[in-house]
Each structure stands twice: as structure tokens, then as C-alpha cells.
């Protein structure tokens, strides 16, 4: 299963892991090192104590010893009472090592040793021409090394020492838990070290994001925060700072033009209407056609009135996207009032309206306060607007219905509103279109649902496109969907942000 993991992430956790190979690697060498360092220490001692006995007694001989066999020998009473004060002189000096050495006879016998606590008949018996190393196994393994005495040419016996190896895996079990805790405290050092830095790194990356954040269409005049250097990432942050630049003068022209052209344009169309209409009022009693003609030009010069009036406000809109005035506010009578301030419209297309909460019918009086806090002024709007395009699609004596729940944690709860009409279904290719600006859907006989709806005019395609920018202005979400029974329906939700439900009873007002 491959888990998503953020660049950051996937830096670190290489960074963690290059740490622990590196030092696993290291911790192995130095432990293969210590072993080979240890035993070649264990014998250099077995190699310098038993030619410093070979030698002792060597030295004996050349002193004590004649030409007879008889006497050079270390069989003889004589060498027996050297041997033992050497022993036991030896025994006064300290080793590091447990060690047993023991003196034998050309042919092997033992003459004499310091202790018994290793064997070291179990070597081969043969006096060795040269120093011998080797290592004997049983119930406890053990190193002996084996030199010949010589005297005259001629090999009075051999002098052999043994050293348990034991002494060599407790050094080395020692060493490897300290090299444990060693690299444990390497390993979390290093990889704090290098998260730190890592971060410490990336500062100028949030510093950016932190800056990007603050940047909208209301505040295109705000710039990232280039670090210093000309790495990549200040090579980004002036590129980005760049692309801003051109937007902002994008963005400004055309705010820029819609304004002038609303505000140019509004005058002479007053002018032409006026004229229309004194020219209408003179053309009284005479030919119906001109009269005709006039009447169309007045409906185009109030549609194109309207279309300015429009484009002004959503100018208004992009420049105060992050101005809005938030307060606390029922939903519920703001959307009772709004039907009875358009009810001149429902009656003359005989529509009724069907309340639910919680899919259980209700009516406005008996429905509780809907509580968020927003702005009045633009929630209206967004209702006014949805409201305006059902009357507009709904047949003649239709219903539309407006289903109300709460949905979501308690710390994240919002409000759905769904306002649903028996007209034509949207295309399922428009779905997501219908909340572009001067999109419109296009329907059997559009012109039928335009008169039908008592306006006069046809739309623009900017209701809903307004509708979206205000629902996401106070962090709600709209979506168009076909409902399974038919028509359409727009589905509004609103966090509640509620303040204590009290107030909002207070701010209620007497059907």
C-alpha cells in the first residue's frame, strides 16, 4: 500500500534512513574491526610471553648448562627448583589475560606448568621449529602457542602457553553494546540534526506558502517573500512574484473596463430611452408599427440596462471579495421574508411552496431559528438569486420545495438547503457549468420559460455564477444536481458558526 506522503516527508524519512544504513554499516566495520584487533592483541601477548619464557630459559641453560645431556636437560632437579621460583614470580606479575604455561620435555611429558586449568597436553607433542599458533576446541576453546627451547643446536623441550578466548567474546560483547548505545545516540542525533536542518531549509518554502495564502482577487498587490541567495527557490518565488505582476494588470484593466464602459454606457442608454419614450407618447393614435418598434427598442435598452447594472455589480463584488460584513442571523426569516416580499410573482404564476425540515413538513412560523453568522445583505442575494430561477422554470401552478437539515460534526455543522423545482432537469454535461459566468443551459423553447417567467427579459448566465462567489465568500459550497423524482434542484450549505441560540431568539420577530 503506498502511503501519500509529502515532499517534506519523503526528504526526512530518506534522511532517517541514509542515517541508519550509514551507521549500521559503520557499527558492522567497527565491530568486524574490534574482533580481528582483539585476537591479533591475544597473539601478540601468547607470542611475547612464551618467547620471553623461551628465552628466560634459554638464558638458564647457556649459564648452568655443560656439554652433557644429563645436565642440559629440563628433567633435571636442578632446572625443576629454577622453574619453580620462576613460576611463581610469574604468578606475582600481572597479566591481562588468564593464561597456563607449561614447560614439557622433548618428547612431551610435562615438567612443569602454573596451573591446570587448561589442558595442554591436547597440543600436538612434536616440538615446533618456530612459534606456533593455534586454537583448541572442546567444552571451552582456548589459544596455545607452542616454541621449541634450543640449546646447542639441539631442542631441550617446548614451552607452551594457553589463553581462553571467552576473555575475547566478553570484550567484544562489551564493545558492541557500547557501540550501540553509541550509534543509537548517533542515530537520533543525526536524524534530529537533520530534521532540524530540514526545516530550518525549507523556511523560506513556508514563509511563501504562508505569504501565498494572503494573496486573493481583492489583495493581488500582495507578493511572496523571496529569500535570500539565487537558488532554486528564491528562482521560483520571483517567478511566481512575476506571474502575479501580470494578473494584477490583467485583473485591474479589466476591472477597470467593466466599470468605465458601465458608467460610459449608462448615460447615453438613459438618453436613447428617454428619447423613446417621448417618441412613443407622440406616435399615440397613429401606426401600431412604429409604435411596435418603439416599444422593442425600450425593451432592448432595458435589457442592456440591466446587463450593465450586472457587470457593475460583480465589479463591486470582485473588489470587496474579503470585506464582507459578518454578524449573526437567522436564516429562516430571511428566507420567509424574501418569499413574501416576492409573492406578487408566485401568484401570477399561481406557485406554492412546500417547507421541510429534516424531511418533516413545516411550515415558516414553526420553523427554528436557522443560525450562522454571515452577511445578511449577500446571503439574501444568493436566495433572491436561486429563488428567481425557480420561478423562472417552474410550470405554471407549480411547487417548489425547500428542504432544510443540519449535517456535519458538531464542529464543523452546517446547514443544507436545498431549493428544488419541477421544471426541465439540468443537462448532466451543464452540471457543473451553470456557475460560470454568461453560461447559460440551454432548454426546449427557452424563449416560452422567459415569458413565462414574468421578467420581461431574458437572463445573463451571471445569477449563479454570483450565487457561487458568495456561497464560497462566507466558506460554503453549491452544487446543481437532478433530483431522482425530476426537475432540478440547487443544494446551499452554510456553516453555522451560531452564536448561543437565545440571542437568536430575541432577534426573532412575532408572526
Keep these: 500500500m503506498n502511503l501519500p506522503l509529502s515532499v517534506k516527508n519523503k526528504i526526512t524519512l530518506t534522511l532517517w534512513l541514509i542515517t541508519f544504513v550509514l551507521l549500521t554499516l559503520a557499527g558492522t566495520l567497527a565491530s568486524v574491526w574490534f574482533a580481528q584487533d582483539q585476537a591479533n592483541r591475544l597473539d601478540e601477548f601468547l607470542t611475547r610471553e612464551v618467547r620471553g619464557v623461551k628465552d628466560t630459559v634459554e638464558t638458564y641453560f647457556a649459564v648452568n648448562g655443560s656439554e652433557s645431556p644429563s645436565v642440559d636437560s629440563v628433567s633435571t632437579a ?20 588468564k593464561t597456563t604455561m607449561g614447560i614439557f620435555d622433548p618428547v612431551g611429558v610435562s615438567v612443569g606448568s602454573s596451573n591446570t586449568a587448561l589442558d595442554l597436553t591436547m597440543t600436538d607433542p612434536a616440538p615446533p621449529q618456530d612459534l606456533v599458533l593455534s586454537t583448541v576446541h572442546g567444552r571451552t576453546d582456548y589459544r596455545v602457542a607452542s616454541i621449541a627451547i634450543v640449546h646447542h643446536g639441539r631442542s631441550l623441550g617446548t614451552v607452551r602457553m594457553a589463553c581462553l578466548t ?40 513556508r514563509q511563501m506558502s504562508l505569504s501565498a495564502e494572503d494573496i486573493s482577487e481583492s489583495h493581488l498587490d500582495l507578493r511572496l517573500t523571496v529569500p535570500p541567495g539565487n537558488d532554486e527557490v528564491a528562482q521560483v518565488a520571483r517567478t511566481l512574484n512575476r506571474l502575479l505582476e501580470r494578473l494584477e494588470r490583467d485583473f485591474e484593466f479589466e476591472e477597470a473596463l467593466v466599470g468605465q464602459l458601465s458608467h460610459e454606457l449608462r448615460t447615453p442608454l438613459a438618453v436613447l430611452r428617454g428619447r423613446n419614450e417621448v417618441a412613443l407618447a407622440r406616435t399615440s393614435g397613429l401606426d401600431p ?12 435598452v ?29 436564516l429562516a426569516i430571511l428566507l420567509k421574508d424574501l418569499v413574501e416580499e416576492l409573492s406578487p410573482l408566485w401568484d401570477e404564476k399561481e406557485l406554492s411552496f412546500d417547507l421541510e ?5 413545516t411550515t415558516w412560523d414553526q420553523c427554528p431559528p436557522l443560525e450562522v ?11 433572491l438569486n436561486i429563488l428567481t430561477n425557480a420561478f423562472k422554470y417552474t410550470p405554471r401552478s407549480g411547487r417548489i420545495r425547500i428542504l432544510v437539515s443540519p449535517e456535519g460534526a458538531r464542529s464543523q455543522e452546517v446547514w443544507s438547503l436545498v431549493f428544488q423545482n419541477p421544471g426541465p432537469p439540468i443537462p448532466a454535461d451543464s452540471l457543473e457549468l451553470v456557475f460560470k459566468r454568461f453560461y447559460r443551459v ?51 450549505r452554510i456553516p453555522r458558526k451560531s452564536l448561543p441560540s437565545q440571542k437568536f431568539e430575541q432577534k426573532r420577530r412575532t408572526p
Excluded at 431574458?458 to 462566507?474: A, E, P, Q, Y
Aim: charge should be negative; aromatic fraction near 10%.
Design 78 to 97: 636442578e632446572f625443576q627448583f629454577f622453574l619453580s621460583d620462576y613460576l611463581a614470580a610469574r604468578l606475582n606479575r600481572p597479566v591481562p589475560y
Design 357 to 361: 425540515l429534516g424531511a418533516v413538513p
Design 373 to 383: 453568522v454571515g452577511d445578511p445583505v449577500l446571503l439574501r442575494q444568493v436566495f
Design 302 to 330: 432595458d435589457n442592456m440596462v440591466s446587463l450593465l447594472n450586472t457587470l457593475l455589480n460583480l465589479a463591486r463584488l470582485d473588489s470587496r471579495l474579503s470585506t464582507i460584513r459578518s454578524e449573526s442571523c437567522d
Design 166 to 205: 571467552v576473555t575475547l567474546g566478553q570484550v567484544w560483547e562489551s564493545f558492541v553494546f557500547s557501540l550501540l548505545i553509541v550509534l543509537v545516540l548517533t542515530f537520533v542525533s543525526f536524524g534530529a540534526l537533520g530534521t532540524f536542518m530540514l526545516r530550518w531549509s525549507l523556511r523560506p518554502v
Design 442 to 492: 440551454e432548454v426546449q423553447d427557452p424563449d416560452r420559460h422567459e415569458r413565462e417567467s414574468g421578467l420581461g427579459q431574458r437572463g445573463f448566465g451571471l445569477g449563479l455564477s454570483i450565487v457561487k462567489s458568495l456561497v464560497d465568500l462566507h466558506g460554503g459550497t453549491v452544487k446543481a444536481f437532478n433530483p431522482p423524482e425530476g426537475g432540478a434542484a440547487f443544494e446551499v
Design 289 to 300: 408599427k412604429v409604435q411596435v418598434v418603439l416599444e422593442d427598442n425600450l425593451a432592448d
